[in-house]
Structures are given as C-alpha cells and as structure tokens.
C-alpha cells in the first residue's frame, strides 16, 4: 500500500500522453498517494493518446488546453478549481515539443518560426503556468510546481537541437519565478533533469537507443526510469520538501557528476 504523503492534496498534471510518458506514471503514483488532480494536454495529443483510460483509473478530470494560450490555461485553472474545490497544492509541467527535431532539421539550418514555436511550447509556457496560477490566487501556501528538464541544458548533446535552449529557458523561469511564489505565497518552483526516458517523445530523437545505453553505463545506478521520476515527484509535492525551491534537481543515476565509469571504460576497450 502506497504512504498517503499527498492525501488531501490536489492538483494539475499536465503533459500526460501514454501509458511510457513520466506525466502518466505521476498521476498513477499521486493518485496512489491520496491526491486528486486534473489532466490536461493539448487538444492534437489528446487525440492522439489514451488519456481517458488514465483519467478512469485515477478518478480524475480531463480539461483540454493548449498551455501556450493565456486564454485556455486560465480557463483550465479556474475549472480545475471549480472541480477540485478549491485552490491547487501541485502543479506539474511536462510539456515538450520541437518542430525541428520533429522534422530532422539539421541544427546549422533551423527554421526559425519553428524554432520559437519550441521555446514557446517548452520553455515559455512554464511562465504562462504560472503566471496564470498567480493571476488567479490559484495556489495554496507551500504549494508545489514543478517542471521536467534535460542535462542539454547545460552541455552540448547531438540531436538535441532547440530543444537545449528551451530547457534553459525553462530552468531559468523556475529560478525567477521561484524567487517570487515563494516570496508572495511560500509556494516553491523546482526543475527535475531525469535521465534520458524511453517515453514516446524521446525515444524520438535520432540516435536514442544509442544515447540511452550510453547514460545507463555513465550512470553508477543506471538510468533512472520513469516510475523512478514519478516516486520523486510525489515526494517532491509533498510536505517533506517544502523548505527546496529555485532548484534543478539531478535524477539521472549520477550521470551527471561521473567523469567516465568502469562500465563505459570495459566498453570502450572490447
């Protein structure tokens, strides 16, 4: 039986799309966790995915919304609210797409419309989150808001392309916008950098079989999965860590401070 660290706790998971995405094994852990929340994804992915058969499982809400229109994301608080019966203790954001990437455009040759519909759609629509959610009085004290990042952020990774930049973009807002939830309401803004995931997103990306058993000899406990990620993302919701904002959090096995290990140096040398 799963501790009931969220019991009474509700919120909205956005970014859920199959049964091998982060944000589904979130709302199946938070749900095992006691909390309630709402779903929601863009109205082309809920089409695209199964997010009703998760809803049905986890007793919970569907409310489409495009999270880079102002509009629909305060429509989707405000009915969240309406829904939960009251204001929000946790917020997840696991949103990314890059058109570029999606097209295999080469990173010397973006095309640049694209290239801002990827910062809008993955690093700025983390403010529009929460600049709605503030607008709106929607967050309690000691709320919780979270955002799923990448190490790309901070090195050069092939095939990464504009998403790198997006996920800088979107770990600076959670340092700038941390500063100032916590400062208005005691609500704290946090980025997880997960290993590389074999979710339908990045399993997309040219080369990934390749990058992932890579990490995973980088890596002394291995890549960490997406139900690893969940686990953390309830106790990153629940009161336990409520004095940790403005971070990115490294979930990625150790990747991240390993130099080379004896698993990649045995590699390397067959």
């Known amino acids: 039986m799963a501790h009931q660290l969220l019991e009474g706790k509700k919120g ?6 199959d049964e091998s995405s982060i ?25 695209m995915g199964k997010i009703n058969e998760l809803a049905e499982a986890c007793d919970a809400e569907v409310i489409p919304a495009d999270a880079t229109s102002m509009e629909e994301l305060n429509a989707l608080f405000e009915q969240s609210m309406e829904k939960l019966g009251g204001k929000l203790d946790f917020v997840l954001h696991s949103i990314g797409m890059s058109p570029n990437v999606r097209k295999s455009k080469p990173y010397g040759d973006l095309n640049y419309d694209w290239f801002l519909k990827t910062l809008d759609i993955s690093g700025i629509s983390f403010h529009k989150v929460m600049q709605t959610a503030e607008k709106l009085d929607a967050m309690n004290e000691w709320g919780s808001i979270l955002a799923l990042s990448y190490i790309a952020a901070q090195r050069s990774f092939p095939d ?9 973009v979107l770990e600076s807002i959670a340092r700038s916008y941390g500063y100032r939830f916590a400062k208005s309401k005691k609500v704290r803004v946090n980025t997880i950098s997960q290993s590389p995931t074999m979710t339908t997103a990045g399993s997309g990306v040219p080369g990934f079989d390749v990058f992932f058993s890579y990490a995973d000899k980088m890596s002394p406990l291995g890549n960490a999965s997406a139900e690893d990620c969940a686990n953390y993302i309830v106790a990153m919701f629940s009161d336990y860590t409520r004095m940790v904002t403005m971070q990115n959090l490294m979930h990625d096995g150790g990747f991240s401070s390993s130099g080379i290990t004896e698993d990649l140096i045995k590699e390397l040398t067959k």
């Open 12 to 17: 909205i998971i956005f970014g859920a799309l």
């Open 23 to 47: 944000a589904w094994k979130t709302a199946e852990k938070v749900h095992e966790a006691g909390g309630r929340f709402v779903l929601t994804n863009a109205p082309i992915a809920l089409r």
């Open 160 to 168: 990464y392309s504009d998403m790198a930049q997006a996920k800088s």
